[in-house]
């Protein structure tokens, strides 16, 4: 039986057909869904883990248990991740253990276009990328048994469309398979200096037998269509080549991307004229292939930047144009806050007010933009606590009665914490923001430690925001609702002026989330209307300025009512 799937699903039932026991992961776009897809199966072990680092060490430690074990990121959650992951490869694999990271070329939802590809350098760990869904499910099958046959963990490399579009997949019932037997073994799993010396022998040799692997594994396969052009690829970029040059040119399509076969590659160069490797990203295959001593066009001819598309990869070998790949003219649609958000009546106090924002990762980035304006620095995840804590310290107190950190609660959970016990240990004076929106949201609504439930909605113990920032210290915490507007204003100017570190729980609940109750929409008396555009400054998409006077879009308006709390002239009232 076949069935359509994108290709996070296909991954996932790989894992469960490969007889995966445990899964831990921190949701990330686009590598969420694979860990949500797991959920129907009831007999796997699935959870949402505060951060990558903890997810990845929970499927170590499966793993060494005997249990074929996954966890899942994006990629910027792999940094999370590094350092357990590079200490695993020196220890190894008792039950198969696979890493699934999905890389975002063209920053969809992510704040840099990192490739993966180079902590499996690095790191020395098998990589496989698949370029297709039916592929996802059948080389994460794979890699679960090729971790137990050379004693490592995999890499499965996936990028935004690999991971996002939809093609066949071929279901298949799941392997019986067994716990492996666990045996104390300090030598192999516990990695202080004397055996990690010994290991690293180990992971030495199993590189020479991974490369021996790459030149003769079907993962690695060579098209001939007897064209005097070669094109060496893999992932989705294998899928826009395909469109784009059919059968015109010969394939060497790597479905193991590290490590990268050597006599394959030369044996593929030496029977065409002129050889491309089609890539996106940086240049790992390019660079792999000039080491090898062949020339070879890359980069020089294709760019470093963003996605590829079939058109530019015609252009580009084939030197023609097809209209029918050609991107359309469509409206430019930038990001916005949705309306009722809870973040939005944070940041017009914050514009207000002209403070410094040290921002974090999340739906609440969003501040940056007009006409909030009010974010001045998103960095990585939990670094709004501990970069405001250094901005406090390099340009002193004055300064600091003027900057706040915001970040969201399962942000707070996953990497903020720690900033905060900075700030009270070294004597910092911060106002730490946290935005309690009861949800993990960017992502699209995965419960968290906050939330009181697991990834299968069973009920659990809720962190305490409250207890838990008393206890690393902070006297000061308060609760505010964050659509009451001069509440909330009051309680910012309060905790600025204070001589010691404190916190403010925003708390309300993610508009989109099933259990608010909207309550209709607003609408807007044209006859009270003053054009003053102060609604306007809230950046709300329900909002539009038209024929000199401000009007509410029903269709987008829940009545969270807070633009009625803007408005100097009551022009706004509920709409029938």
């Known amino acids: 039986m076949k069935e359509l799937m994108i290709g996070n699903a296909a991954v996932a039932r790989g894992a469960y057909e490969a007889g995966v026991k445990v899964v831990s992961s921190y949701p990330g776009t686009p590598s969420t869904e694979i860990t949500e897809s797991i959920v129907k199966y009831e007999d796997v072990y699935v959870e949402w883990a505060p ?13 060494i248990a005997g249990a074929r074990a996954m966890s899942c990121m994006k990629h910027v959650g792999l940094n999370v991740m590094a350092d357990p992951v590079f200490t695993v490869s020196y220890i190894g694999a008792n039950g198969g253990l696979v890493f699934c990271v999905a890389d975002d070329p063209g920053m969809h939802s992510s704040q840099n276009e990192q490739d993966s590809r180079h902590y499996a350098k690095a790191s020395k760990i098998m990589m496989l990328e698949p370029s297709d869904s039916s592929e996802c499910k059948e080389f994460t099958k794979l890699a679960f048994s090729l971790s137990e046959k050379y004693d490592t963990p995999v890499f499965i490399r996936l990028s935004t469309r690999v991971s996002h579009s939809q093609s066949l997949v071929e279901i298949c019932e799941p392997e019986k398979v067994e716990l492996k037997p666990y045996v104390k073994n300090i030598q192999k799993n516990v990695m202080m ?22 030149e003769t594994t079907p993962l690695n396969a060579v098209e001939d269509n007897g064209s005097k052009i070669g094109v060496i690829t893999s992932g989705v970029s294998y899928a826009y080549a395909k469109d784009a040059l059919q059968d015109k040119v010969n394939y060497l399509k790597l479905g193991m991307v590290y490590p990268l076969p050597t006599n394959l590659i030369k044996e593929f160069a030496s029977k065409v004229d002129v050889l491309y490797v089609i890539e ?28 590829y598309s079939q058109n530019l990869i015609k252009k580009v070998v084939l030197n023609e144009e097809v209209d029918a790949f050609a991107p359309q003219n469509l409206p430019k649609r930038p990001p916005v806050m949705c309306a009722g958000c809870p973040h939005r009546g944070t940041f017009y106090v914050l514009s207000k007010l002209g403070v410094t924002v040290s921002g974090d990762i999340g739906c609440y980035t969003l501040g940056a933009v007009a006409p909030l304006n009010s974010v001045d620095t998103t960095i990585c995840m939990g670094a709004s606590v501990s970069a405001a804590h250094g901005m406090a310290k390099a340009r002193g107190e004055e300064f600091n009665k003027k900057l706040v950190s915001v970040i969201g609660d399962s942000t707070f959970i996953h990497s903020g914490i720690t900033g905060l016990i900075d700030i009270v240990y070294n004597k910092g004076n911060n106002t730490v923001i946290i935005l309690d929106n009861s949800i993990t949201g960017m992502t699209g609504h995965q419960d968290n430690p906050t939330t009181g439930l697991t990834i299968r909605k069973e009920p659990t113990k809720q962190v305490d925001l409250v207890a838990l920032c008393k206890a690393v210290g902070v006297d000061r915490v308060r609760v505010e609702d964050p659509f009451d507007i001069k509440g909330f204003e009051k309680a910012v100017k309060e905790e600025l002026e204070v001589n010691e570190p404190s916190v403010i729980i925003a708390q309300r609940p993610c508009a989109l989330l099933k259990t608010v109750k909207h309550e209709g929409y607003y609408t807007v008396n044209s006859d009270k209307c003053r054009s003053c555009k102060m609604c306007m400054k809230l950046g709300c998409p329900a909002i539009i300025f038209e024929d000199g006077k401000a ?7 829940n009545g969270c009512g807070l633009c009625v709390k803007v408005c100097p002239f009551t022009a706004i009232t509920k709409g029938e």
Request: hydrophobic share 40%.
């Open 193 to 214: 200096p004397a055996n990690a010396i010994s290991r690293h022998v180990v992971v030495e040799e199993r590189e020479k037998a991974l490369r021996e692997f790459a």
């Open 280 to 307: 996106e990203l940086d240049p790992f295959i390019e660079e792999h292939v000039k080491g090898l001593g062949i020339k070879v066009k890359g980069k020089d001819v294709f760019s470093l930047l963003g996605e």
């Open 551 to 557: 009007k509410i879009d029903p269709t987008q308006c």
């Open 51 to 63: 951060n990558e680092k903890v997810a990845g060490e929970t499927a170590i430690g499966a793993s």
